[in-house]
């Protein structure tokens, strides 16, 4: 891939960003555009910097510590996929937020060590809105909201909001019930626990991005479309 296609794919995708939000009567420089580079090489951060992205997302903990590591450009990493307990010492040391927490013994283990380096850091919970089995994730209400009052104990943690992956379908009507789902979660639980700086609902990836956005979503995770097939 040269920058030139880059540059062309993130046009297209900011304009599918735009006309999603006027469709829902949002503003679209409240969405915020992350590339997902798990399996592209560091050439491609480094061109997808250049193209103006200063958001990445990577699914696994060592290939970003080895890729990252590299990099002397000030970029804003994110861990979307599902974290193990035995990498969350690699993980404190390279990303600014964990989007997949939906396990009580995860969270403690990451505090755990951002205390050990004294950090903090912030997360996201992660919630299964599809009810896939492949998929990590809450299931139930319930088992959210009493892991968040356990995680709000935590000192090093700061819980910023809420992640899922949308169904994998064309059916569309079944993934705005997903999107739109967590968004209500989104909202009951800023109303909850008023004191939560809850901001960030990530939600949408390249073949669902456009209707995350018209479900309210404010952190896209986008790969395939900006890079190509990996």
Known sequence: MEIKE???NIETIYENIGKAAVKAGRQKDEI???AVTKTFP?????????AGLKLFGENRVYEAYEKYIQLDKPVELHLIGHLQRNKAKTAVKIFECVESIDH??????????????????????E?????EESKHGFR????????LDKILLLTSLKPMGLM???????DKTAIHESFSFLKKLFEKTKKDYADLNFTTLSMGMSGDYEIAVEE???????????????
Request: glycine share 8%; aromatic share 6%.
């Open 127 to 131: 919630i299964n809105t599809s009810g």
């Open 216 to 230: 309210g979503s404010n952190l896209l995770r986008i790969g395939t479309a900006l890079f190509g097939s990996r």
């Open 32 to 34: 915020r555009l992350m």
């Open 6 to 8: 880059l540059k062309n």
């Open 104 to 125: 009580m013994e995860t969270a403690k283990a990451l505090d755990k060590r951002c205390k050990e380096i004294g950090r903090t850091m912030k997360i996201l919970l």
């Open 164 to 170: 899922t992956v949308g169904p994998l379908t064309d």
């Open 140 to 147: 139930a209400e319930s088992d959210y909201f009493k892991t």
């Open 42 to 50: 560091l050439e491609y951060v480094s061109m997808a910097y250049s």
